[in-house]
DNA sequence: ATGTGTGAAACGCTTCACAGCA
DNA sequence: TGCTGTGAAGCGTTTCACACAT
């Protein structure tokens, strides 16, 4: 997970989990495919292997929305389309800016997923001067300057944060006195947000450092594993770390008081 | 959460829950900047607060690495900075690939908070003959041809995808028969892995469409108030939603048979 | 016969509240 | 006194297993 919500207790919005929701786009994604397809029909067991989760799990998550399914046959494909794309208010535009048009601002404005998922760039904004009329992603990127102006006009009400970290708390600041109140944010910080706005992080460091304890624990496993005469699979994943590591790889770098 | 691990049973990793894992990081970005300020030692309370959770859960999140706080007084800043790095493996050289040298691909090439947490980008791929060679982020792209050798020889174990969603399955195979034991995906595909690879997944889309869901809530809350002669803080948001939706926003596209 | 829908059990995570150490 | 460390309680999520509809 790249990934948090902010603020409100972990009670159930509008009686769907928090975890349901999170997996929803998931299926959206597969049961399009499968539209495409014109797959009339799906059992739990073929649409949760196509989403990655088990089948139990894709039932209840399902039952939340109500009974949608049926029994000996399966799913309408169509149907839950549907369903879950208005469950999730993909029915609606939803106008986003983004703030910040840097290397990842420029990737997200050029992010085909958008505009196919009712999501609308509304504005590119980017706090250097030089960028201002700058074409990217087909679109004029604006000036900081306009972002109070463009947010009204248009109505947005989820904005993007991909700047420095050094601009993003001041970034959200003036996103959610002009009216935006959900924030997906690309900045390395954690933003302090007041109660009623939504903030979902995404942050590749972290993840990668996920990665990496999950990496070092597979590599000392192989480690204690060869010097068990056991030799696993991922005798490679030893080799390779332990070749990393050098003569002093483990000796801290401060050691305690 | 943009995000999840792939395989494994949930339980715990070296004792460590998958949750607090998930949080070091963040604690670690939170120390790192305390460090540079030259502060000494903080609570539990002050550090709760710059990574954003309650001192409840930090307390027990450090408690599963040690006891490694000073009653009366708090945390070491500089020992909880080396043992949280140490923790989850920062310690050493992580040598990652990225494959797929599109927008996102060179954004992520560019990123500085790789080096500075011990990921040092090996090799830049694309499958795009033309790129090779091309110059990003200071390092010459190379050609899928020679994944295989770039990894073995540099002992990666960390691969990075960031190519379209039609080629990221064929991607995560060949990285991982080349020695790749984990993967950080951008694609919008569920990745197919064999036991023992972790996957762990970033997807801007389903973090957007996670926001809608809720800011779909708000507007309806913000309505069904407003309608109860009880105008709430987030009137607004309401009124932008109405605009939005038009005449007929709430009409299916796709009716049940 | 097949596959959904769902109570109930199991599990993991968060929060509480306070004992215990500096 | 102040703040950590941690059992125990509380919650939300996942998994199980089977009744029930088609």
Redesign the pocket.
Known sequence: MATGRTHRP???SRGI????VARLPLYLRALTALSERSVPTV???ELAAAAGV????L??D??YLG?????????DVEYLVYQISRELGLTQDWPVVIVGIGNLGAALANYGGFASRGFRVAALIDADPAMAGKPVAGMPVQHTDELEKIIEENGVSIGVIATPAGAAQQVSERLIAAGVTSILNFAPTVLQVPEGVDVRKVDLSIELQILAFHEQRKAGDAEAAAAALLPPAARRAAEAAANRKGPDGDVPAVMPA
Chains 1, 2 share one sequence.
């Open positions: 972990a009670t159930r989990p928090e975890a349901t059992s739990s067991e088990n089948s139990a799990k039932r209840k399902f039952s009974s949608y399914g049926t029994r000996g046959v399966g799913y």
